[in-house]
């Protein structure tokens, strides 16, 4: 199959469906003549829509159809296969949502415990005293005021 | 007889009416298309009770979406689009959609078996049969097929719609409409060959 025949046959559906311009269309005709092979491509087609090809049976729209649907949209009838409108459409259910805030809640009482615990825990492992002092020791002791002596009552 | 433009401009006036508050336009409206969106809606069911809720219920759907309707646009087409939708969701709403959106058939490999050069293929109808029987036999086959390749075969082979025109109902491009085409009819070949195998014929 050469490269016009691949054109060709991707063009066939559409011009068996009368969907191709006569410029388009008559390029492909002469192919058709010329190449058995793309013409029989084009037969087997048709050949399947034949079976399309029939009067359908005829339909039975029941008496006063229109009349009646008309005055049903009129009405405001939403119909019988609408979907549900959101309003009444069922909640969510809350047991997942108590669950999740139960899980999150628990997870960070988990954190405030840990990092309590953490806060009491010694910050060095040595025990003497050399280590800088806490802010609130290191005031100089001139500022201490004495405390008043007790009085001296003369016998 | 009456022209394409002359039927469209009828129907926009009709739908101008028909927003005005007149019902009696409205159903001369859709005495002007109950035939074909009832011939359209028994392609998805055999029951004549689902068939007449499918299109009392499309008319329903138009009426409602009324003022949405783009009036540079056929009327026709965009009555069609309800129609198909509404079929499908139907199809959806009572289990017998045969295709999920997991299982898209344009995504999945279609069967080769049936297409050009497997060296089988289907034979024309018998002249002997009847057209009942040809098309209880076509619409046997259509009934196999996944429901937007059996949309697209409908459109074209019964509605006589033209691709643009498909394009628009289906809310797809031309190409899709092309290759849907393609795969679809690719498909009814195979169906056919595996249904009723006496129609087969050597390629």
């Known amino acids: 199959m050469t490269t016009a025949c691949d054109d060709a046959r991707a063009l066939v559906p559409s011009y068996l469906d009368g969907e191709l311009s006569e410029a388009q269309a008559s390029p492909l005709r002469a192919h058709l003549l010329d190449c058995p092979a793309c013409r029989e491509e084009a037969k087997q087609g048709k050949t399947l829509k034949r079976w399309f090809e029939f009067e359908p049976a005829p339909v039975s729209v029941p008496a006063g159809f229109a009349a009646r649907v008309a005055r049903r949209a009129f009405a405001g009838d939403p119909g019988l296969l609408v979907p549900e409108p959101p309003a009444v459409r069922q909640r969510r259910p809350l047991l997942p949502f108590l669950l999740l805030a139960t899980a999150v809640a628990a997870a960070l009482l988990f954190v405030l415990a840990v990092a309590i615990q953490r806060e009491n825990l010694p910050r060095s492992n040595r025990l003497d005293a050399t280590g800088p002092r806490p802010p609130w020791l290191s005031r100089p002791a001139a500022q201490v005021e004495p405390a008043p002596a007790p009085a001296v009552r003369p016998r | ?203």
């Not at chain 2, 949405?68 to 289990?95: E, P």
């Not at chain 2, 009814?188 to 129609?199: C, G, N, S, W, Y």
């Open chain 2, 1 to 203: 007889m009456i022209t394409m433009q002359e039927l469209a401009r009828e129907d926009a006036q009709l739908v101008e009416e028909v927003l005005g508050g007149n019902p009696l336009s409205f159903q001369l409206l859709i005495e002007r298309y109950q035939d074909r969106i009832f011939a359209l809606a028994r392609h998805y069911t055999k029951s004549a009770v689902e068939v007449e809720d499918i299109v009392q219920d499309t008319f329903l759907k138009t009426y409602r979406r009324l003022e949405t309707f783009q009036r540079q646009s056929s009327f026709s087409t965009w009555l069609y689009r309800i129609a198909v939708n509404t079929a499908l969701d139907f199809l959806k709403r009572t289990g017998r959609s045969p295709v999920t959106a997991v299982e898209d058939p344009e995504l999945t490999a279609s069967p080769v078996r049936a297409q050009a050069g497997s060296g089988v293929t289907v034979a024309a109808p018998d002249a002997a049969l009847r057209r009942e029987e040809i098309a209880r036999i076509t619409q046997e086959v259509l009934d196999e097929l996944p429901e937007i390749f059996r949309t697209v075969l409908v459109l074209r082979e019964f509605e006589d719609l033209s691709y643009q025109e498909m394009a628009e109902v289906l809310g797809i491009s031309i190409g899709t409409v092309e290759s849907r085409l393609f795969r679809a009819r690719a498909r009814f070949k195979d169906a056919m060959i595996r249904l009723h195998p006496e129609f087969a014929a050597p390629d």
